[in-house]
């Protein structure tokens, strides 16, 4: 017999598959990474003839790990990508990482001390920089496998780093440009100084912090005026061995008759002018300040003004120098500033010491105190490149998400200043410049030059390497190979959207913005999406000091308490918070509910406070998607997809037809396509929390507790109830899958896989199309009829809970309609009533009070009424509700004390006194209702 189907026959329908009892995120997850990655899913073809969307991740430090704000913004990013590349687009989503120019080198330089006691200048250039590239060799594939097991679907096969070949080109070509437009110089100019790190370092790796320091009290004596002295306040009196001038404001009539004259430079013996500026402050102080300008930087400006000579007197290693009494020279800044202090204090030129807070600039990789120092260094002229970029943001062509942090991008952009490129480094772009021994001139090439233009061939390159953040400037368009034109650049270019943290608006966003307008006279993005800040529960900012960074993937696959105290060796402040907060280790939560915890706590304007309580909560919503697919599965046996395939294509069949839907089934329908349009809409606005939130609440509240329960009686019903009630089940089911695959893509699907699907939907769930609102299922009517059956079934259920009635106990209910109308809609609907409530309904006209019975009002006129008399023990429970009120009264009173505490709404964080608000409301309206209740039972 031939096992063929007869022509013209529809298939029989197959077996359908099952699921396992519980859902093992451990077990499903690198099953389908792998699936995906070797198929090609998260590939995307510049030739495809499909509407592009691109973005590119934020390059991760090569040696780094991923900590919650990657896993924030990827997955963000992954969101969108997935979601559009559901919609057809041609997705592509960029990965790459960046050399960190400090952070790696001084990793390395680390490592080589403690291995073999050397410096890298014991081995020389060449051999320490083979050093860098073997560590980075050995630690770049950690963050990339960290991001494959979160599900990240990145197109792996255009990985990239900012030091590989293609880059490389780029940034040369970049410098060679923009110094050919004029605008990269050399010049000797005052810049942060790390003695530790040997290098010039931004004013954005800077940290300054407030610190106990003092202020002193130097006095200076008038030239030619013996006994007259001028008194200056600072907080470095050793630096005033850099003095070349004292200031005071013009219009302060109390140094009127100085101003030009000179003064005499306690400790030294020389002279310094007194000049007349702006800057200065006469309500401070003495309101005359002494002018560093090798060492301060308002004071750098103020000696360009007036036209002060420099004097450098601090080296590379924090130590004074310079032409300077002899005494001084070689001691370090802190040392030499107790000396000084005492000399001044002997000669009589010590006034007053008061302790006082400092804002001490510290560098942002080795906590060392920055010293502004005056060198020579490559700078690149960011005004007339800000411009551009400021025009762009202002005429909408890139807009800041949320809108907030416009205000913080412009007022740093409108005051710009010169960046400093150049960095005393070993591992980075080495500067393409080749001074001339002969002459003295500086050659700027993209290759290695062979001779100077005065005929030489004695040059030797610059030993700077740029600053980490210049090659990342391009990384938009240098990823997609730029300088050159190619296919990649044309189909990618600009990207849809960045998504990045707010602290590096300048660091990053702003210099992309600039380079991009530069050199590709386009904007790199259109749109910023900045993200919250991840904190621990409490709220405070996770660092390695506070020793509460908690590890995305122990979150992912769990952790003991013992790895996570071996994880902490050598941090203290790791090992108590682990102590204090995860003394029974982490459960494995899976990469789902992480991600889903990530995204539905994604507000505008609100840090995260991640707890494991609330990834547990999601990973409690993971495990109910998976009993609701394995329950529908369980009663799907013998479902024709392909039969049920044009059902519901043209909209809600009609009445008279054979697969006419219940009211439950054109509800949730209705439902469905409503979520489907909010998710769509809220993605499309960032708004991650609502598209979350809105599938959780409809898989749960709706789909879950309130449509499968309805339906089981379907299940048993005769052939084509069940046939119509496993078609619309399928049909929700799957297209919640859709729905929520951008955000959970693991586990939707390996349920997604065993669900029944017509012949012409095949193949993974990443690359099916995403749900769109069908106008033709949206049934007003349906909404608003399910909503009076469920608010009736609701009020029972509330009744029930405030009277202790056991769930599973069937009672009776009257329902008191005020219109016939409403009577003959919930007449139509009291079979389901019944049964999902446990309930004996009748429905009824208004009436009299029943004594002794349970009232809640439903609708707005719509009455339900339990009588309790034979339910429950109403003396006693008169007794415990009166103690309930008891409670919600005393909860009340502490929560309004606390709120009445000015200290505390001074200092708590903003999260939390919401919350007490949102307590005191709760507990407020439990009191109005026991108190109800009470008066009920009368």
Request: hydrophobic content about 40%; some cysteine.
């Amino acid at each position: 017999m031939s096992n063929s189907t007869p022509p013209n026959q529809t298939p029989p329908p197959t077996t359908t598959p099952s699921l396992p009892k519980q859902y093992v995120a451990s077990d499903v997850e690198p099953h389908w990474l792998s699936t995906w990655l070797d198929s090609g899913a998260f590939h995307a073809d510049e030739n495809a003839a499909k509407a592009p969307f691109a973005v590119t991740l934020p390059p991760p430090n090569v040696t780094g790990a991923l900590h919650m704000g990657h896993a924030l913004g990827s997955t963000i990013q992954d969101i969108l990508v997935r979601w559009r590349r559901m919609q057809g687009r041609n997705a592509m989503w960029m990965p790459g990482t960046d050399h960190a120019g400090i952070a790696t080198q001084m990793l390395v330089e680390k490592d080589l001390r403690a291995r073999e006691g050397k410096s890298r200048h014991d081995i020389g250039r060449e051999a320490f920089l083979e050093r860098v590239w073997t560590w980075k060799e050995k630690h770049s594939g950690r963050i990339e496998e960290q991001m494959k097991l979160m599900g990240f679907s990145l197109d792996w096969e255009r990985q990239r780093f900012t030091m590989d070949d293609g880059a490389s080109e780029s940034v040369r070509e970049d410098f060679v440009r923009l110094h050919e437009q004029g605008l990269i110089y050399r010049a000797n100019r005052l810049v942060n100084w790390c003695s530790d790190c040997r290098t010039a370092v931004s004013d954005l790796e800077v940290n300054n912090i407030e610190e106990q320091g003092s202020l002193w009290e130097l006095k200076y004596e008038v030239a030619g005026e013996p006994g007259r002295f001028i008194t200056v306040a600072t907080t470095r009196p050793e630096t005033l061995l850099g003095d070349t001038g004292v200031a005071v404001h013009p219009d302060d009539e109390r140094y009127t008759d100085i101003i030009g004259k000179t003064l005499k430079l306690p400790l030294c013996d020389r002279e310094i002018p007194v000049v007349a500026d702006t800057f200065v402050d006469p309500e401070f102080g003495s309101g005359a300040v002494k002018v560093t300008p090798a060492h301060d930087f308002n004071d750098f400006e103020c000696g360009q003004r007036c036209a002060l000579d420099s004097r450098s007197i601090v080296d590379h290693d924090g130590k004074l120098c310079g032409d300077i009494p002899e005494k001084y020279i070689g001691l370090h800044v802190d040392e030499a500033r107790k000396v000084i202090v005492a000399d001044l204090g002997a000669s009589g030129n010590l006034g007053e010491i008061e302790d006082y807070k400092v804002s001490r600039g510290r560098c942002d990789r080795s906590n060392t105190v920055i010293e502004p120092i005056l060198s020579e260094q490559w700078w690149v002229n960011t005004e007339p490149l800000a411009k551009r970029a400021i025009e762009a943001v202002e005429d909408g062509r890139t807009k800041f998400v949320p809108e907030l942090w416009t205000k913080t991008y412009m007022h740093w952009m409108k005051n710009i200043k010169p960046w400093c490129i150049s960095r005393q480094l070993w591992w980075g772009h080495r500067i393409p410049a080749w001074y001339c021994d002969a002459c003295g001139e500086a050659t700027v090439a993209g290759e290695t030059p062979t001779s100077c233009a005065c005929g030489s061939d004695k040059l030797r390159q610059d030993t700077d390497v740029l600053d980490t953040w210049f090659s990342s400037a391009l990384w938009p368009f240098s990823t997609l190979g730029w300088p050159e034109k190619t296919r990649a650049l044309k189909a990618f270019y600009p990207n849809a959207v960045l998504v990045t943290a707010p602290d590096i608006i300048f660091f990053w966003v702003a210099r992309m913005m600039m380079m991009g307008l530069n050199f590709m006279d386009e904007v790199p993005f259109e749109t910023v999406y900045l993200t919250p800040v991840v904190t621990d529960e409490n709220g405070e900012k996770m660092s390695k000091t506070k020793g509460n960074v908690i590890d995305p993937l122990n979150i992912v696959h769990g952790a003991t308490f013992d790895e996570l105290m071996e994880s902490a060796t050598g941090n203290p402040a790791a090992q108590k918070f682990v102590k204090k907060n995860m003394s029974k280790g982490i459960s494995a939560m899976g990469s789902d509910a992480l991600r889903f915890s990530l995204a539905a706590m994604t507000m505008p304007g609100r840090n995260i406070r991640i707890s494991m309580e609330r990834v547990e909560g999601y990973r409690n919503f993971v495990n109910k998607l998976w009993n609701a697919s394995r329950f529908s599965l369980m009663n799907l046996e013998g479902f024709d997809a392909n039969r049920f395939a044009n059902v519901l294509r043209d909209g809600t069949p009609s009445a008279e037809s054979e697969n006419a839907l219940d009211l439950p089934q054109r509800w949730i329908l209705s439902r469905l396509q409503r979520v489907a349009a909010e998710v769509d809409s809220a993605l499309g606005e960032f708004r991650f929390s609502e598209a979350a939130n809105a599938l959780y609440h409809f898989v749960w509240g709706e789909l879950c507790d309130w449509y499968i329960e309805m339906s089981k009686p379907s299940f048993r019903g005769e052939e084509q109830k069940r046939f119509v009630a496993q078609g619309v089940l399928v049909t929700v089911l799957e297209t919640a899958l859709r729905l929520l695959h951008p955000i959970i893509p693991f586990v939707t699907e390996e349920i997604w896989q065993k669900l029944p699907k017509p012949s012409e939907v095949s193949g993974a769930l990443v690359n099916v199309l995403y749900p769109q609102a069908h106008e033709g299922l949206i049934d007003e009517a349906a909404e608003r009829d399910m909503g009076l059956v469920r608010d009736v079934i609701v009020a029972a259920r509330t009744l029930r809970a405030t009277y202790n009635v056991p769930p599973a106990q069937r009672i009776a209910i009257e329902v008191r309609v005020p219109s016939e109308e409403c009577r003959e809609v919930l007449i139509g609907r009291k079979s389901i009533i019944e049964s999902v409530g446990r309930l004996d309904v009748t429905i009824c006209e208004k009436g009299d009070h029943v004594p002794q019975s349970a009232k809640a009002i439903v609708g707005g006129d719509i009455e339900v009424i339990v009588p309790l008399a034979g339910l429950v023990d109403i003396d006693a429970e008169k007794d415990r509700i009166r103690k309930e009120i008891g409670k919600a009264e005393k909860e009340v009173s502490g929560i309004e004390k606390k709120l009445g505490n000015e200290k505390f709404l001074a200092r708590a964080p903003e999260e939390v006194v919401e919350e007490q608000y949102r307590r005191l409301a709760e507990e407020k309206q439990r009191g109005r209702l026991l108190a109800e209740a009470l008066e009920f039972l009368a």
